[in-house]
């Protein structure tokens, strides 16, 4: 697709990184690992929504949706079932 190759082109990653939008990958698990191994990181945080780089953040109005919660929830199942995984 044309669309996808313009998107992943070296001169829109360096525009991209350039302008805050995207992370290197380093940087990128930063928050992850602030969740997993952070001495910041309390129990009173654990379900909220981090945002990079490991910043409490908000969630939209599809997170709080059960139904929506549900089918991911579901799907994720059917997908990892299907690899083997679980």
Sequence with gaps: MVGIKFLSSRPMLLLLRTAGILSSSDRGSWTQLFAVAGDEFTPEMSGEYLEPIAKK???????????????LWNWTEAEM????CI
Excluded: T, W
């Design 57 to 71: 953040g908000d969630v939209s109005v599809y997170g709080n949706q059960a139904d929506l919660a549900e089918k």
């Design 81 to 84: 079932k299907s690899k083997g």
